[in-house]
């Protein structure tokens, strides 16, 4: 698709400079509208931005030395160095405008002597490469924002489901470093993370500028607010890989539940990404969430020692941020954990423990 908008923007950018500027050569336009276009998802509009400040202050500041210094090889170097730390000054180490600001420092220095008045040019380019760049992605060619999400977010629901059965796995087969490579791969999610985060600016960025997107915003606020509980159950399920792998070292008692609830937590994370592609309320995740505490409850009731409390409380834990992200309140989540427990402990007291 990037490569689709980024064609088709330079194609657009070129037949407006020269069937409606009359330029016979654009050459700006195109360029701009597609450094546009590859800028990172949820950046386009800051890129542009970027991109207009960047060609103005090259301008500035090359028209100002070239008028005091001249032309050669020597100020060619001194005005692109100079353009360059003026714009790092002023705008920090962003990409677009210390490139946009050298680059026009070098076409104004070398094509100066020969070629006069080029400013107004490059100025008019920029800017109809960076609105053209803009139109596209908005109106003409729009990507999808949850198509965009699940693909960023499918390795992160994979890996926090792969990793909490294989919790469930190592307790019950009472398999210490089972749990401890758990946690070792919990903390290497940081670039999958970072990635996620960069697909919503991208999706939110897509609602917020193009209208045919615009009836998918409330999918992805939900998705947003989703992502920010899941990093919580991430966090909870290290505490979890850790509290086990510390269960069995000391070699305390694991009921079956306790594999069992873990395992139903997996099923409640992967079932809640189905249910956010297809856009539904995620009452069966809910569902298999309780099942999960349920089944910690139980744990409970039939003998746990200190790190196997632990688990189940971080179970419990884990569980609540998963209501959340499914959309629940925090109060309603919490009143859901606690029913949940009781439940469980309950259904071990009326006869359970004799099973």
Same mark, same amino acid.
């Given at each position: 698709m990037i490569s689709l908008q980024a064609g088709f923007a330079a194609a657009l950018a070129w037949w407006i400079g020269h069937n409606v500027l009359g330029n016979p050569a654009p050459v700006f336009a195109p360029s701009a509208a597609v450094g546009t276009i590859v800028a990172a998802l949820g950046q386009r509009a800051r890129r542009t931005a970027e991109l207009l400040l960047g060609v103005g202050l090259g301008i500035a500041v090359t028209d100002f030395l070239l008028a005091v210094l001249g032309t050669g090889f020597w100020q060619t170097g001194a005005v692109v160095a100079c353009a360059i730390l003026a714009t790092l000054m002023l705008f920090g180490r962003s990409g677009s405008a210390v490139g946009q600001a050298g680059g026009t420092a070098v076409l104004l220095a070398t094509l100066a002597p020969v070629q006069k008045d080029l400013e107004w040019p490059r100025i008019v380019e920029a800017? %109809?490469?960076?609105?053209?760049? %803009?139109?596209?992605?908005?109106?003409?060619?729009?990507?999808?924002?949850?198509?965009?999400?699940?693909?960023?977010?499918?390795?992160?629901?994979?890996? %926090?489901?792969?990793?909490?059965?294989?919790?469930?796995?190592?307790?019950?087969?009472?398999?210490? !470093?089972?749990?401890?490579?758990?946690?070792?791969?919990?903390?290497?999610m940081g670039a999958d993370l970072d990635r996620l985060h960069q697909a919503i600016g991208g999706a939110q960025e897509v609602v917020s500028l193009a209208p045919a997107r615009w009836r998918r915003r409330q999918d992805v606020e939900r998705f947003a607010s989703a992502t920010v509980y899941l990093e919580r159950v991430i966090e909870h399920s290290r505490g979890l890989a850790r509290r086990s792998a510390m269960a069995l070292q000391y070699d305390e008692p694991v009921p079956a539940?306790?594999?069992?609830?873990?395992?139903?937590?997996?099923?409640?994370?992967?079932?809640?990404?189905?249910?956010?592609?297809?856009?539904?309320?995620?009452?069966?995740?809910?569902?298999? *969430?309780?099942?999960?505490? !349920?089944?910690? @409850?139980?744990?409970?009731?039939?003998?746990?020692?200190?790190?196997?409390?632990?688990?189940?409380?971080?179970?419990?834990?884990?569980?609540?941020?998963?209501?959340?992200?499914?959309?629940?309140?925090?109060?309603?989540?919490?009143? !859901?954990?606690?029913?949940? *427990?009781?439940?469980?402990?309950?259904?071990? @007291?009326?006869?359970?423990?004799?099973?």
């Open positions: 800017t %109809l490469g960076g609105v053209v760049g %803009l139109v596209v992605v908005a109106l003409l060619l729009p990507i999808n924002p949850m198509r965009i999400l699940d693909r960023d977010a499918a390795p992160i629901y994979q890996c %926090l489901a792969g990793q909490l059965r294989e919790i469930s796995a190592a307790l019950a087969t009472h398999d210490q !470093q089972r749990a401890v490579r758990v946690l070792d791969t919990l903390r290497g539940d306790l594999p069992t609830g873990v395992g139903r937590l997996a099923d409640a994370v992967e079932l809640l990404r189905r249910e956010h592609r297809a856009g539904s309320v995620a009452e069966r995740t809910q569902q298999k *969430i309780r099942e999960a505490v !349920q089944d910690g @409850g139980r744990a409970q009731a039939r003998g746990v020692s200190d790190f196997g409390a632990a688990v189940v409380t971080q179970l419990r834990t884990a569980a609540s941020d998963l209501l959340r992200a499914t959309g629940c309140d925090p109060t309603s989540a919490n009143q !859901q954990v606690r029913s949940a *427990i009781r439940h469980g402990e309950d259904s071990v @007291g009326a006869g359970g423990a004799s099973e």
